[in-house]
């Protein structure tokens, strides 16, 4: 059964887990993918103010291209060694960032913004999620990088919902791993509906 906002949701996003999860959780809305170029470092030494940066950077590319409502903008990218771990260019670039994650606990960043169009009003948060990622011998490595489920995913994974066989979530939210951390995300909403232009 679908969830009604009282506004027009537009997510800045292409991502499948970030559709996945607003459709799960039962909300209607439009897809406008913001298509900016993302830095690939954090100039600050910060994760969270990358993800902070970046989503309000989908937030303003697609607000001016929304005629109402609130667009959601949303970034999520590992963080190990002080070193952004974003998306692989190709497969020896996911093969490293693998062998960088396996055997150890990184932190998962999620930056997320609601632009409302009519006025310009805006929350944005970071939410972290700690993740184990467990060792890969040769032969699973192999295996999991010829799935392609590293492709377009930041750390070069996209965990499962239940039972992964090879990531766990040591600290936080499973949904801010896929993409998106919806219970937040529920409260963000409910503040938006108060706040009037």
């Not at 027009?8 to 459709?23: D, I, K, P, Q």
């Not at 103010?49 to 409502?69: I, M, R, S």
Request: aromatic share 8%; with cysteine.
């Amino acid at each position: 059964m679908g969830k009604t906002l009282p506004f027009r949701l537009t997510l800045a996003s292409g991502s499948v887990g970030r559709r996945w999860l607003l459709e799960k959780a039962g909300y209607t809305f439009d897809i406008l993918p913001a298509n900016i170029d993302e830095p690939t470092e954090a100039t600050q030494g910060s994760c969270r103010q990358y993800v902070q940066h970046v989503c309000w950077l989908k937030a303003a590319a697609v607000a001016p291209k929304v005629k109402e409502g609130i667009v959601l903008a949303a970034d999520s990218v590992g963080w190990i060694n002080d070193r952004v771990i974003g998306k692989p260019e190709d497969e020896a670039d996911a093969r490293r960032i693998l062998m960088t994650l396996a055997g150890h606990v990184h932190e998962l960043w999620t930056g997320v913004c609601l632009w409302r169009v009519a006025d310009g009003f805006q929350i944005c948060w970071q939410e972290r999620t700690l993740v184990r990622m467990k060792s890969f011998t040769s032969v699973e490595l192999d295996a999991y990088l010829a799935t392609k489920r590293w492709v377009g995913c930041s750390g070069a994974y996209a965990i499962e919902e239940e039972n992964d066989p090879y990531l766990t979530i040591e600290n936080g939210s499973l949904s801010n791993v896929i993409g998106l951390p919806m219970e937040s995300l529920e409260r963000a909403f409910a503040i938006i509906e108060t706040c009037n232009p």
